[in-house]
């Protein structure tokens, strides 16, 4: 059976006369009157869940009215109001939206802080009698695992977790609906989907990848279309019969709870549970092939027989390698992001992250590597620790399915690492050693394998959820090691159907050419089983054994086109098609395109000492940069997290110049005035698209959020603005930007506007009046250089 939602909360408060700028969680305590009149409107037309008026009853949230300290009553009130309403007809879910921040790196909201507003309002909910926890228009993976992990602490009932999508599949942060599946359902949701920001049409494409990466039910809660501006008001054109014809291609993908987000009202509703009655035969029940998968923000790696073995990179290790430890002591992280980099470039799909440095703060060490690394490759991550306090730092900063390294069967191991595996849904790689030792034989260590899958089921993981290490000893003492280590690796495949996993150094340790024995046994162990090796990437003959061996396994078509276009002769550049560079401008340019804050003031020293002008600098090192940043996240190669990252190490650069030159003023390409309009409390869109224009060398005035038009206007006027940027968030303030528009040419600004946010498109931006829309932060940037350079936005 199909599960109905309501429709859009916003637009039928302000029908009902909430006035633009006011809480609409307020009313729940003032008018609640009000507010059961509206659900009962959309119980009548057939919903069978019906959402609490709760989206922005959070703690952050309710400080912009004053009223944090009423996050308890307002919920509670709100709950009471549905409950009425629905009366026997209908469920009651207790709707969470997000915070509007960005938690760290990103922004300045801690994991911790989120977690505890969450968790805040969602006792509210469940103490006042919810059946359902929604969590809802989330733009942030990361913002979601706080609210989940909140969720799961607060409550026993189902918990729905609804991301927002861009038109290319992904949220503002960059995780497509593959990527969100895997993490979520290995989180513990109950049912996952997407709500808000596109309509039916450009939704399905996620609803069926959700349903294809997931066994949990998908939701789904389109918006009417996309808005457009008529005779000054806001409308959301697709009307309620047009939206039922969606219902079937949606529920066919997938979908089996269905409702409505911005622009759709009891109309819709109704329509949507005609259409949803007049179905002939649900979907048959979905296959879905078990798999296991690791995953960063940005990306999903699977793992086992199906799928191409993955390299894990070791080099981000400090053992044994002096060097490193003595940066990660020093909390210097430029070797350790390199090595990153580097392992990448060589062909590793996992790194493994080890931060074993004696004497010191391992916990906040761990924190702040998976942070910086997590930022900067999109490759998943294994965290490397025996401290149990250092590796719930580093899961918790995890926006991403990580892999932890490792557990064996010891009981304290067991049931200290179990558990947090399962609180953050990360995937565990198991090593089948005991008490007793290391099983010497292949019998043995399946034995041990076996106690460990059984200990981590009562946990509630399962197979999926579990690597095993085939253990890999030396045959310079004994000789018949690695042959029990290969047969070890097949009767995992055979008997357990877990990805295997191991390092492969060990086998030739105290033996003359190591590099060839280690290839050797690679190529042996792919063929019996091997899925993921844990080495070296940067060894030489290992590439061309690894290279070669993949492509013969057959497990990836795409092996053999690598193999060939790895080894096939390149055409060499003759001499006058090669552009001279400095060398200290390509690494600084490097550096602010990998996003090293740390590691871009050095060299920006370097380049003054050797003479180069602040103005050369500039040119053709930080801006180069950017541009380059800016064209990758145009083709969708890197996203907002990557991006920020670039905006700030170049930020740290101007900054060294003026350090270094006191007297040099880096001249500012404009001045920008940004405002979220007038009833519009949102402000994240708006702040990042200022961290942006101002990294990349504007001068930014942010008025901040609720702004009047009259504001607006003065702050032009006084400050001789060249460009001024609306933002709008919320359906019912998108006429607003039509007004602040008008005010600032009634005004005579000779300026130009550029217009944005989750719910404005090119179309309206243009009815409006705007000189230009962007899409998103980098376009912002791009569209205000164009115009300042006297160029037409293209």
Known sequence: MIQIFDGAMGTMLHQSGLEPGKCPELWNLDEPEKIIAIHRQYVEAGATIIETNTFGANRIKLTHYGLENKVAALNAAAVAAAREAAGTHAKVAGSVGPTGKFIAPLGDLTFDEAYAVFLEQIIALDQAGVDYIIIETIIDIQEMRAAL???????????????????DGRTVTGTDACTAAVILEAMGASVIGANCSLGPAQLLPVIKTLAQSSTLPISVQPNAGMPELVNG?????????????????LAEAGATFIGGC??????HIRAVRTAADNLANLSSPRHHTPFTALTSRTRTVFLGSHFAPVIIGERINPTGRKALAADIKNGNFVTVKKEALAQIKAGAGILDVNMGVPGIDQQAIMKHAIEELSSLVDVPLAIDTTDPAALEAGLKAYPGRALINSVTAEAERLETFLPLAKK????????????????????ERIKVAKQIIHIATEHGLNRNDLLLDALVMTIATDSRAARETLLTLKLYREQLGCPAVMGLSNVSFGLPRRDLMNAAFCAMALDAGLDAPILNPFDPLMQDIWSASVALSGRNDQAVIDYSKKYVDLPTLSTDKIIAEPDILAQIRQTVINGETTGVAPLIRQALAENYTPMTITDQALTAAMNEVGKAFGQGKCFL?????????????????????????????????????????????KNIVAALLENNGFTVIDLGKDVPAETIVAAAQKHQAQIVGLCALMTTTLPQVDIAISALKTASYNGKTIVGGAVLTENYSRQAGADAYAANGVEAVNIAKQMLSGAEPA
């Open 641 to 685: 997290p990557q991006v920020l990252l670039s905006a700030e190490t170049m930020r740290t650069a101007f900054s060294t110049i003026k350090e270094v030159l006191p007297a040099h003023t880096t001249q500012s390409l404009g001045t920008v005035i940004l405002a979220t309009v007038k009833g519009d409390i949102h402000d994240l869109g």
């Open 262 to 267: 911005c622009g759709t009202t009891p109309a």
């Open 149 to 167: 992990l909140a969720a799961k602490a607060a409550t026993r009932q189902p918990v729905i977790c609804q991301l927002s999508f861009d038109a």
């Open 233 to 249: 008001q806001t409308v959301f054109p697709m009307s309620a019969a047009e939206m039922a014809t969606w219902i079937p291609k």
């Open 424 to 443: 953050y849904g990360a995937a565990v790689l198991c090593l089948p050693l005991s008490d007793s030792g290391v099983p010497t034989t292949a019998v």
